[in-house]
């Protein structure tokens, strides 16, 4: 598959750790700032872009910031990086696990917003959506190769946080300090000459019978994390991904980058321990945007296009979803 674009939208200014504890002591009387600093310095996130203002303990985003508007506006960026209208998409493929509402689906909304009257369908996935998307995406491709797709993950994770609730859960601590909200979008078409490609895609889980790592129950507005399971599951996500990508012929250990599902901004760290690999062809941007869940993966690869890579250099990523323990990944050459 050609990429033939990629865009992101993070909703207004980088919020710093400093400056989002003290939002909080001020308008909520959070009491527990110093061990707060302490885990967001542990999970080495220093900032993130949130949609809210933080007014209530509940709200809606600002206006302008809503998950609809964020995943318009990376799709935006990414056709205008590509060169393309909206009347050129072929089917616009979005996922998201924090949509603004169930019905009619976030990505209708998305499609008004972009004045784009073609099909669409919406994945309810976190931080693998990117590989099932693709998925989908390679099928549309193989079928009419040169109608273009838009991939689209979007979250707004904030407005999924009480911050009245801190006193009384401390496990909401690190909720509030590891999610940031945005959108990354991508465009892909059938292969074309001298234009960058995902030579490779895959999606898999390692789950079944097992309780989530992460949960979103029906009637309750906050994510519910079993953090010793993740813990202790997270590096078999990364060795399934790791194998996959050796089974078609992308493995790691030749790869100029790895992007790791963007959990934290140690996780390059991490994943260069484990794998024995040279931290500095990680590529993290979760020190900078916290974890975007659904957007990560194209968040990231935004990045990475637009600040690192250089021509004929190859990336793989290596996605992980803690929900049902899912990986993916994919194998990306830049032009």
């Known amino acids: 598959m050609a990429v033939l674009g990629t865009g992101a939208a993070l909703p207004g200014d980088a919020v710093s750790t400093d400056a989002l504890l003290a939002l909080l002591a001020e308008r909520f009387s959070f009491s527990g700032v110093r061990g707060a600093a302490a885990v967001a310095a542990r999970m080495g996130i220093s900032s993130r872009h949130i949609c809210r203002a933080f007014d209530a303990g509940r709200e809606c985003a600002i206006p302008g910031r809503a998950n609809p508007d964020l995943a318009a506006q990376a799709i935006t960026a990414a056709l205008r990086d590509a060169g393309l209208a909206v009347g050129d998409i072929g089917y616009l493929i979005a996922h998201t696990t924090t949509p603004q509402q169930l019905l009619p689906g976030n990505v209708a909304t998305v499609a008004d917003l972009i004045g784009y009257d073609g099909p669409h369908v919406e994945l309810r996935q976190a931080c693998t959506g990117f590989a099932n998307g693709l998925m989908i995406a390679s099928g549309l491709i193989a079928a009419a190769p040169d109608r273009p797709i838009v991939i689209v993950g979007s979250e707004t994770g904030s407005l999924f946080f009480d911050p ?172």
Do not use: C
Not at 231 to 237: M, Q
């Open 164 to 335: 009245i609730s801190l006193a009384s859960d401390n496990g909401q601590i690190v909720n509030m300090l590891q999610m940031g909200d945005g959108a990354g979008a991508i465009v892909l078409s059938g292969a074309r000459r001298g234009a960058a490609s995902i030579d490779a895609a895959w999606y898999g889980a390692i789950g079944r019978n097992r309780a989530p790592g992460i949960r979103l129950d029906q009637g309750v507005q906050h994510f519910e994390h079993d953090f010793a399971g993740i813990r202790a599951s997270g590096h078999t996500l990364f060795e399934a991904g790791r194998a996959m990508a050796a089974t078609l012929d992308n493995p790691i250990e030749d790869a100029d980058w790895i992007i790791p599902h963007q959990v934290s901004g140690r996780i390059g760290d991490q994943l260069a321990d484990h794998f024995g690999i040279d931290r500095k062809r990680a590529f993290v941007n979760a020190d900078r945007l916290g974890n975007t869940g659904s957007a990560a993966i194209w968040l990231a690869l935004d990045d990475l296009r637009h600040t690192a890579i250089r021509a004929g250099e190859r990336a793989v990523v290596l996605g992980a979803e803690a929900s049902k323990y899912m990986y993916g990944g994919l194998a990306y050459v830049h032009a």
